[in-house]
């Protein structure tokens, strides 16, 4: 079994595309790095997201000349 194949994580992003190009998948390598596939990244994106959101008050208004 290659490295690229057990998903080795010092496999670097080349090797998979070279693969998914030679395989007639070059189509696929931007689902590869889509955010959408990577649930424990958006979880930790997720996390520093603020807890509470505050709406600025609305500033006094002056008379205009």
């Known amino acids: ?3 690229a194949a057990a998903a080795d994580p010092g496999v670097a992003i080349g ?3 070279t693969v998914l190009f030679v395989l007639g998948m070059a189509d696929r390598l931007g689902d590869l790095a889509a955010p959408k596939n990577d649930p424990v990244g ?3 994106e997720e996390e520093n997201l603020p807890q ?3 709406v600025a008050r609305n500033p ?3 008379k205009d000349k």
């Open 15 to 17: 090797i998979y595309a």
């Open 1 to 3: 079994m290659t490295r």
């Open 52 to 54: 509470r959101i505050r």
């Open 60 to 62: 006094k208004r002056t």
């Open 42 to 44: 958006l979880q930790l």
